[in-house]
């Protein structure tokens, strides 16, 4: 990263693909992305290996310097593609 200079060649993407297979043998598969950019700096070390230097699209800080509110609203690539299957099996259950 050395090289890369310009915010627009630090562009990161976060991606969780979920798949569900059920009994019956339907396949959901769901994805959830936080886009952002590795700053320029290490922040504090800690929790996973990319919260030092991950900038969530919007931010100014990395995830490890974020409190647990602005981590759940920004940092949610998972949730977001584990809500998703959830949606799916809740209409194949008739419950939504």
């Not at 090289?3 to 630090?10: F, L, P, Q, T, V």
């Not at 396949?27 to 504090?44: F, L, M």
């Not at 969530?56 to 995830?63: D, E």
Request: hydrophobic content about 40%; some cysteine; proline content about 2%.
């Amino acid at each position: 990263m050395e090289g890369a200079k310009n915010i627009e060649e630090r562009t990161a993407t976060f991606v969780c693909v979920l798949t569900c297979i059920l009994k019956n043998g339907k396949k959901i598969v769901k994805k959830g992305k936080t886009d952002g950019y590795i700053s320029y700096e290490i922040s504090k070390l800690g929790g996973l290996t990319y919260n030092p230097v991950f900038i969530p699209k919007g931010f100014n800080k990395t995830i490890i310097e974020m409190d647990d509110e602005e981590f759940n609203k920004v940092h949610n690539h998972r949730m977001v593609a584990l809500e998703l299957v959830i949606e799916d099996i809740k209409k194949l259950l008739n419950l939504s």
